[in-house]
């Protein structure tokens, strides 16, 4: 499933004052929430017994699909 920018930034407030009705710049704000997301839940998986290289592998693991997945997405609209 494609990821929109109006979903990834519906639930991020920034500091500017947009109008309504007026997409959000995601910047670095969004990129900041992401990794803050990402470290807390490696940060979890840790605490809860988890070896770092497990948990570091996971992720990589699944950075590996989703980057596959859209290239495959980018590969089917160049198609179009």
């Known amino acids: 499933?494609?990821?929109?920018?109006?979903?990834?930034?519906?639930h991020i407030k920034t500091d500017d004052d947009c109008h309504p009705g007026e997409p959000r710049v995601p910047g670095d704000k969004l990129a900041d929430a992401l990794q803050s997301q990402v470290i807390n839940a490696?940060?979890?998986?840790?605490?809860?017994?988890?070896?770092?290289?497990?948990?570091l592998a996971v992720i990589l693991s699944w950075m590996s699909s989703?980057?596959?997945?859209?290239?495959?997405?980018?590969?089917?609209?160049s198609k179009w």
């Open 66 to 77: 989703e980057m596959m997945r859209i290239q495959a997405e980018q590969a089917n609209r």
């Open 1 to 10: 499933m494609p990821l929109r920018e109006s979903c990834l930034t519906s």
């Open 42 to 55: 490696f940060e979890a998986a840790i605490y809860r017994g988890m070896r770092p290289t497990d948990a």
